[in-house]
C-alpha cells in the first residue's frame, strides 16, 4: 500500500478538507486566478498560518509589489508580517528590479541574456534569504512576470522547470501564483506552469443562476485525493474563507 506524503495545512478555513489535510510536504503548487480573485491574500494567508499556527517560517518573493504596499495590504487582515519578520520568521524579497535588468549584462568576459541573469538572479535570492530563515514555505508572486520575459515557449517552459527544481531543492512547500488567461468569454487555455507542478487550483468567478460567484477548485494535486468540485469562497476580513459543503452548480 502507497504510503500517503506529509502534509503541510494551509489552516485557510475550508481548504485542507478539500485536500485531505493540506497541501504535499515539499511540492510546489500553482495558484491561477483572475484579477481580483485574491491570489496574494491566499498565498499570504498560507505564509502566516504557517508561522503563527504551524511554526514554520515563510518566506514572500514578489515580483511587482513594494513591502510598503504589502505590509499595508496584509494589516487590514491583522496579519503583521513586520513583526514575524524581527523575529526571524518571514523574509520578503522585492524581486521587481529584476525586469529592469539591462537585455546583455556582462560577467567578466562573458555575456549573459537579461532573461538568464533575471532567472539566475532570482534563484540565488531565494536560496539566500530561505536559508537564512530556515524557510519551510515560499511564494512566488506573480510567477508569470517571470516566465513572459521569454517569448519562445521551449525557453519559457525550460525557465520554469528550472525555478520548480529550485524549489525542490530548498525543501519547502512553495506556491506560484499567475494570472487565468481566458480564451473567449467562457473558455480558458491551458497553461505551461500547470504541466510542470505538483498541483493546480483555480480562483475564479462563475455564473450561478443568476448571480456571479467567487469560486476556487483544485485542478489536481498528484499523489492526494481530492476534492475536484467548484466550491465557493469569500474574502473577509479574516482573509480568505471556503465553504467545501457548498456546491455552485
Same mark, same amino acid.
Given at each position: 500500500?502507497?504510503?500517503?506524503?506529509?502534509?503541510?495545512?494551509?489552516?485557510?478555513?475550508?481548504?485542507? /478538507?478539500?485536500?485531505?489535510?493540506?497541501?504535499?510536504?515539499?511540492?510546489? $503548487? $500553482?495558484?491561477?486566478?483572475?484579477? #481580483?480573485? &485574491?491570489?496574494?491574500?491566499?498565498?499570504?494567508?498560507?505564509?502566516?498560518? #504557517?508561522?503563527?499556527?504551524?511554526? /514554520?517560517? #515563510?518566506?514572500?518573493?514578489?515580483?511587482?509589489?513594494?513591502?510598503?504596499?504589502?505590509?499595508?495590504?496584509?494589516?487590514?487582515?491583522?496579519?503583521?508580517?513586520?513583526?514575524?519578520?524581527?523575529? &526571524?520568521?518571514?523574509?520578503?524579497?522585492?524581486?521587481?528590479?529584476?525586469?529592469?535588468?539591462?537585455?546583455?549584462?556582462?560577467?567578466?568576459?562573458?555575456?549573459?541574456?537579461?532573461?538568464?541573469?533575471?532567472?539566475?538572479?532570482?534563484?540565488?535570492?531565494?536560496?539566500?534569504?530561505?536559508?537564512?530563515?530556515?524557510?519551510?514555505?515560499?511564494?512566488?508572486?506573480?510567477?508569470?512576470?517571470?516566465?513572459?520575459?521569454?517569448?519562445?515557449? +521551449?525557453?519559457?517552459?525550460?525557465?520554469?522547470?528550472?525555478?520548480?527544481?529550485?524549489?525542490?531543492? =530548498?525543501?519547502? +512547500?512553495?506556491?506560484?501564483?499567475?494570472?487565468?488567461?481566458?480564451? &473567449?468569454?467562457? &473558455?480558458? =487555455?491551458?497553461? +505551461?506552469?500547470?504541466?510542470?507542478?505538483?498541483?493546480?487550483?483555480?480562483?475564479?468567478?462563475?455564473?450561478?443562476?443568476? +448571480?456571479?460567484?467567487? =469560486?476556487?477548485?483544485?485542478?489536481?494535486?498528484?499523489? =492526494?485525493?481530492?476534492?475536484?468540485?467548484?466550491?465557493?469562497?469569500?474574502?473577509?476580513?479574516?482573509?480568505?474563507?471556503?465553504?467545501?459543503?457548498?456546491?455552485?452548480?
Amino acid at each position: 500500500m502507497q504510503k500517503s506524503p506529509s502534509r503541510t495545512p494551509t489552516g485557510i478555513l475550508g481548504l485542507d /478538507e478539500m485536500l485531505g489535510g493540506g497541501f504535499p510536504k515539499g511540492r510546489v $503548487l $500553482l495558484i491561477l486566478g483572475e484579477p #481580483g480573485a &485574491g491570489k496574494t491574500i491566499f498565498c499570504s494567508q498560507f505564509l502566516f498560518n #504557517g508561522i503563527t499556527k504551524f511554526g /514554520e517560517n #515563510g518566506l514572500f518573493v514578489s515580483m511587482d509589489e513594494n513591502r510598503s504596499h504589502y505590509d499595508w495590504e496584509m494589516n487590514q487582515f491583522g496579519w503583521n508580517f513586520s513583526s514575524a519578520e524581527k523575529q &526571524g520568521r518571514f523574509s520578503f524579497v522585492n524581486a521587481s528590479p529584476i525586469r529592469a535588468i539591462p537585455n546583455e549584462v556582462k560577467i567578466g568576459k562573458l555575456t549573459i541574456g537579461r532573461q538568464d541573469f533575471s532567472l539566475l538572479s532570482l534563484l540565488e535570492l531565494i536560496r539566500r534569504d530561505a536559508k537564512a530563515i530556515d524557510a519551510k514555505r515560499i511564494v512566488v508572486d506573480p510567477v508569470s512576470l517571470l516566465i513572459f520575459q521569454y517569448a519562445d515557449e +521551449t525557453q519559457r517552459r525550460k525557465a520554469l522547470l528550472d525555478l520548480v527544481e529550485a524549489m525542490i531543492d =530548498t525543501g519547502a +512547500t512553495c506556491i506560484f501564483s499567475s494570472e487565468l488567461r481566458r480564451v &473567449g468569454l467562457k &473558455g480558458r =487555455t491551458l497553461q +505551461t506552469e500547470e504541466y510542470l507542478v505538483h498541483g493546480v487550483i483555480l480562483m475564479q468567478t462563475i455564473a450561478a443562476g443568476r +448571480t456571479m460567484e467567487r =469560486t476556487i477548485q483544485v485542478e489536481k494535486m498528484r499523489g =492526494t485525493e481530492i476534492d475536484r468540485q467548484p466550491r465557493p469562497y469569500r474574502i473577509t476580513e479574516k482573509g480568505i474563507e471556503i465553504y467545501p459543503k457548498e456546491s455552485v452548480i
